[in-house]
C-alpha cells in the first residue's frame, strides 16, 4: 500500500466538494506536468467523477520555466481552447502555469471559469495542509490577521538571519486572505497564506531568503541577501546558490525581473519547509516575497515580465505600525494567539 493512501482520497474529495463546491455535470480540467504526483491527479479525477462531475486531465511535458518562460515548451492553442471551456481547472503542475499565456487568455476568455492554483502538490503534502486542516480555525484566524493588516500603513519584517526591510502599504488594494476556496470565477491560492501589496516604491532595506527560492533554487543550503531600494534589488548577496539567482533573474534581462512584486504571511498549520514553494510559502510564521510579474488582477493594469519567482524568509518579526504582532515566527498579540492555539501554534 502507497503511503497515505487512505487519507489521500479525503483530502481530494475536500479539494472537489469543499474548496470547488464542484455540481454535477461540470466540467473540472486538471492540468499536470511530468513532475506532477500522479496519485494526486488521478485521485481528484476520482472525486469529482464521484459526484457526477465530468474530469478532464491534461498532461504535458514539463517545461524548462515557468509563467510566461513555459510558453515555448507548452501546447499553446490545445491547453489554450480547453481552459477557456471550462468551469473549474485545478493546477498540479510542478512548473506552474500561473501567469503563463494560456492562464491569462483562459481568464480573458472565460468569465466563469475558478482556477485553484496547488501547483507542486504531492500525497503527503495535500494530506498535511488540506486533508487535516481545521479550516474553520483557520479561517477565524487568518481574517483577524488580516483585519490588522487592512488598517496598516506601516510594516517593518527582521529575521534572525538578518532580514530587516520597512514599507508602505499601496492605497486601495486589499488585503488577499487565502482560503483555497475556488466557490466564484477568479484565481485562488492554498490557505495558509495572506498576500500583500506594497507601494513598490516605498520598500527599501535587506531581504535575506534562508527558506526556499523557487525558482530557480528550490530550496536552500545558505541564505540569499538582497539589498533592495525603492522596490528594485540593487544587490544579490551569499554563496553559489545566489549566484545562480543573479544569473535566473538577469538572464531574462527585463527591468521587472528584479523588482518586487508582492509580500505574503505563511499560516498553513500543516505546511513544513520541503522545497515545493506552494507549501513553503506557508510555513507557519515565514513571510516570502514575489519577484517579477505581477498580474492585472491584483495591481491593473499589470506589470508584465518573462517571469515570477518566490522567497521565503523564516522565523519573522513583523511590525504593523511599530506595534510587534509576531516576533520569530510566533504570534504576541493576545487574541492572535489565542486563535492560532485553536489550531495547534501556540
Excluded at 472525486?47 to 499553446?76: E, R, T
Excluded at 535587506?206 to 540593487?234: H, N, Q, Y
Aim: aromatic share 8%; net charge negative.
Amino acid at each position: 500500500m502507497s503511503i497515505y493512501e487512505y487519507e489521500l482520497g479525503l483530502a481530494a474529495d475536500r479539494v472537489v466538494r469543499d474548496l470547488f463546491r464542484l455540481k454535477e455535470g461540470e466540467t473540472l480540467i486538471i492540468t499536470g506536468d511530468t513532475e506532477s504526483d500522479l496519485r494526486v491527479i488521478n485521485a481528484t479525477a476520482r472525486a469529482a467523477f464521484a459526484i457526477g462531475g465530468k474530469p478532464m486531465v491534461i498532461l504535458h511535458p514539463s517545461p524548462l520555466g515557468v509563467g510566461k518562460a513555459a510558453d515555448p515548451m507548452l501546447p499553446l492553442e490545445p491547453l489554450t481552447a480547453a481552459l477557456s471551456k471550462a468551469d473549474a481547472w485545478v493546477e498540479y503542475n510542478n512548473q506552474w502555469l500561473l501567469y503563463s499565456t494560456p492562464y491569462d487568455l483562459a481568464f480573458k476568455e472565460n468569465a466563469k471559469l475558478r482556477h485553484l492554483n496547488l501547483v507542486g502538490m504531492n500525497a503527503s503534502m495535500i494530506v498535511r495542509c488540506i486533508g487535516r486542516v481545521d479550516f474553520a480555525a483557520l479561517e477565524a484566524f487568518q481574517k483577524a490577521f488580516s483585519a490588522r493588516l487592512s488598517q496598516t500603513k506601516h510594516v517593518r519584517i527582521t529575521t534572525p538571519a538578518g532580514e530587516d526591510v520597512e514599507f508602505d502599504h499601496a492605497a486601495g488594494i486589499p488585503v488577499r486572505c487565502r482560503m483555497g476556496y475556488a466557490h466564484a470565477p477568479g484565481s485562488e491560492m492554498l490557505a495558509g497564506q495572506i498576500s500583500t501589496t506594497p507601494e513598490f516604491d516605498s520598500v527599501c532595506g535587506t531581504i535575506v531568503f534562508d527558506g526556499s527560492l523557487v525558482p530557480p533554487c528550490g530550496k536552500l543550503e545558505e541564505p540569499i541577501r538582497l539589498a533592495v531600494e525603492k522596490g528594485t534589488i540593487t544587490q544579490i548577496g551569499g554563496g553559489p546558490q545566489a549566484q545562480e539567482f543573479a544569473a535566473w533573474v538577469d538572464g531574462f534581462r527585463h527591468p521587472q525581473m528584479r523588482r518586487l512584486a508582492h509580500l505574503s504571511y505563511g499560516f498553513n498549520p500543516g505546511a513544513r519547509l520541503s522545497g515545493d514553494i506552494v507549501e513553503d510559502e506557508r510555513v507557519w510564521g515565514s513571510t516570502e516575497w514575489g519577484i517579477g510579474s505581477v498580474p492585472a488582477t491584483i495591481v491593473p493594469p499589470g506589470y508584465p515580465a518573462p517571469s515570477h519567482c518566490d522567497g521565503v524568509s523564516l522565523h519573522s518579526s513583523v511590525w504593523l505600525d511599530g506595534r510587534l504582532v509576531m516576533e520569530k515566527g510566533r504570534l504576541v498579540n493576545p487574541e492572535l494567539v489565542s486563535l492560532a492555539a485553536a489550531l495547534g501554534k501556540a
